[in-house]
């Protein structure tokens, strides 16, 4: 009979190979599942993970790469410091919509007007609106203990008929002909997120991302906090007794994450998505708590699996025109991906022994 | 506006129609998360009993298999969830959540052949004789069967929970996995047993949404309905009948801000649409703010894993 057996230590070899194991399994069950559905498996892998890459079009698809791993990164990088702390944030889409709203509303503003200093005063709104937005869940859960799990999300809704409010209502294009949506942010160039370099998908949302990238690399290994935001995930009691502040953790936890989420909206929101519709958003927020766990919430490996997951965003949308995959078919394969990733790892925490008698 | 438009009988009528499916969700979790789990699913199950309730019923045209099919779906969905974090000892949390996206994305990729198809009806039980009844009749006595059963359903975990054997090895276990074990109950089976139940409630409650409420398949239908089951757990403080005061104080919130959009209210109808959520989010404040209840009453096991090491 197999029984698992606790490791002192958690493996680091299977740690790090696991998420490896995971997508392969992933593309092997996702065939299957296509199969079964009647779809053809071998040409729906291979758009979901080659085509982006290597096809015909890749030279279009590639930039799309950047644009949609610059996002999942940058708010997988703040959720990851609150999963690490046992924080759960899981509201980041709501917080990602509420800096759209914020910064889009400040770039709105002022238009007509010209200026260097707009698309910075958009910035700083948008990372403020994810923040406030993620102050509320941090708020109730210090002050009264509610379930931080369950109002983060609760948010995301209400955010979501926010954004649609506005988009019908005050910040509306008042030149839309009555459609639904801001004004074009992309031509107004004070606010406009343009791509740094031409065709490459690289705008500020890009520059953001390396910067968080960074920071939670030191902040993690270098500074007091990322040893402290480790051992209350560990272990809280001992952190208690090391004189962490719990309720703080939450507020710094939830503020950064709430921030990062907010930029990555602003960001998209002033680039790609370019104006405020109430449908703009494609579900960032959810997708890269999937990112943060398969990058085993350690800064490099999020930068990996925010490429990746990135990669099958664009191929979700290749396989959408092509073989008429329902866009959210995707989660599908996400959902699956970490599970895959939570099964296996078992064999990091635990070691596989033959037991010879069984008594349990 | 015209609030003369809103009957107050019709009203009652409708807010059970609308509160089953976070009724059935609701009662699921509370067993559940009796036995020591947090299936954070819920969302994820209900969308899938919705879908495979719906494609079952289309495809037989007969909606009882339908309910059977979505209850089926839910509980093998929620087997994997059990399977990962009672054998393989995985995160709650994050299998949860895992369970909800791949829900989504699973419905959505059979569901597509099915948008716009009109699902057979579901018959009503008008009861004779009863349903006559002014008020009452229209109220209590001219719904459809699963109103009926989910009432039943609560019914039967108050009294397994309250009065019997198998409760009282439930509840230990989620209380104290540790002791449990150490008595001799297999706390993994018992827990995996409560996962499946909690998983075929909640696709009962889906495909409620599906074949007999909306009656309709849209992507994404169940939109946060599963998480609100959650949070009507914590409402309850884990108490049976008080979910059903809770699904359906809730199911009125519902209703109530459906028929203001009819009216016409001047507020606009993205706020109505978000009052749910709101509401949710206060009601789950005001039961969390007394600690020591909130303590007493929460399973003691709940959320942690189980690892018989010995």
């Keep these: 009979m197999l029984t698992l057996e606790k490791r002192a230590i958690p493996s680091r070899f299977w740690a790090r190979s696991t998420p490896v194991l995971a997508v392969f399994m992933t593309m092997i069950a996702g065939g299957v599942l296509f199969a079964l559905l009647g779809k053809p498996p071998f040409e729906a892998i291979r758009t979901i993970f080659w085509d982006p890459l290597f096809s015909e079009f890749a030279f279009y698809y590639r930039s799309q790469l950047l644009v949609k791993a610059g996002p999942l990164i940058l708010i997988a990088i703040g959720l990851s410091l609150g999963f690490r702390a046992g924080i759960w944030n899981i509201g980041a889409e709501g917080q990602y919509i509420m800096g759209a709203i914020f910064g889009g509303a400040v770039g709105l503003a002022f238009y007509p007007a010209e200026g260097w200093y707009i698309f910075p005063l958009m910035v700083l709104a948008g990372a403020m609106g994810g923040i406030l937005w993620a102050m509320i869940p941090a708020m109730l859960k210090t002050r009264f203990g509610t379930n931080e799990i369950l109002v983060s999300l609760m948010l995301v809704y209400v955010a979501q008929n926010l954004l649609s409010s506005v988009s019908f209502g005050v910040l509306k294009n008042p030149q839309g002909f009555g459609f639904p949506g801001s004004r074009n942010l992309s031509d107004y160039p004070a606010a406009a997120n343009l791509d740094l370099i031409e065709g490459t998908g690289f705008h500020w949302g890009g520059v953001a ?19 402290q935001i480790q051992l209350s995930g560990q272990s809280p009691r001992a952190a ?17 994450s709430g921030g990062l989420a907010g930029l990555a909206g602003l960001f998209e929101v002033a680039g790609p998505a370019a104006q405020l519709t109430p449908d703009f958003n494609v579900g960032y927020g959810f ?52 599970f895959f990733l939570l ?10 022994r033959w037991a010879t008698t069984e008594v349990v | ?51 495979s309730g719906f494609a079952i019923a289309v495809e037989t045209q007969n ?43 699973f419905s959505s990729l059979i569901g597509k052949s099915y948008s716009g198809v009109k699902p057979p009806a579901s018959a009503r039980l008008d009861i004779p004789l009863l349903s006559d009844i002014p008020i009452l009749g229209p109220v209590l006595f001219r719904h459809d069967l699963m109103v009926y059963v989910s009432v039943a359903i609560v019914a039967g975990v108050w009294i397994m929970l309250k009065f019997t054997r198998a409760g009282l090895v439930l509840r230990a276990v989620g209380e104290n ?52 089951a959650l949070a009507l757990v914590v409402f309850a403080s884990w108490k049976p009948w008080r979910v059903l005061l809770g699904a359906y104080l809730f199911g009125g919130v519902t209703v109530l801000q459906l028929n203001l959009q009819a009216a016409g ?17 206060i009601v789950l404040v005001i039961m969390s703010s007394d600690r020591n209840r909130t303590a007493l009453n929460a399973p003691a096991s709940l959320g942690r894993t189980f690892h018989a090491s010995h």
């Design chain 1, 209 to 227: 991302a390396i910067l968080a990238v960074l920071a939670a690399w030191g902040l993690l290994s270098r500074h007091i906090l990322g040893y």
């Design chain 1, 287 to 338: 997708t890269a708590i999937v990112v943060a766990f398969l990058g085993r919430l350690h800064p490099i490996g999020i930068v990996l699996a925010g490429f990746l997951l990135g990669l099958t965003e664009v191929g979700g949308g290749i396989a959408q025109q092509n073989l008429g995959l329902p866009a959210a078919s995707i989660q599908a394969f996400q959902g699956m991906l970490l």
């Design chain 2, 1 to 51: 506006m015209d609030l003369s438009a809103i009957s107050p009988v019709l009203l009652i009528a409708s807010l059970m129609v609308s509160a089953t499916p976070i009724l059935l969700a609701a009662i699921g979790e509370l067993v559940v998360e009796k036995s020591g789990v947090l299936n954070l699913g819920v969302e994820g199950m209900m969308i899938t009993g919705a879908i």
């Design chain 2, 265 to 281: 209210l001047a507020i606009p109808v993205e706020y109505l649409s978000m009052s749910p959520y709101l509401i949710t989010i």
């Design chain 1, 343 to 352: 099964a296996m790892d078992v064999f990091s925490n635990y070691r596989l």
């Design chain 1, 240 to 256: 208690r007794f090391g004189g962490v502040e719990p309720n703080r953790l939450v507020w710094i936890c939830m503020g950064i």
């Design chain 2, 177 to 228: 996995h540790d002791a449990a074990h150490a008595l001799g109950y297999k706390v993994v089976r018992i827990r995996l047993l409560a996962i499946m139940f909690g998983g075929a409630c909640a696709g009962l409650g889906g495909a409620y949404l599906s074949l007999i409420r909306v009656p309709q398949w849209t992507e994404g239908m169940t939109a946060g309905a599963g998480w609100i």
């Design chain 2, 63 to 105: 909606p009882l298999l339908g309910l059977v099919a979505a209850a089926l779906a839910g509980a093998i969905l929620s087997f994997i969830f059990g399977f990962l974090t009672q054998v393989l000892l995985s995160n709650q949390v994050a299998t949860g959540l895992a369970l909800t996206l791949f829900g989504l994305g």
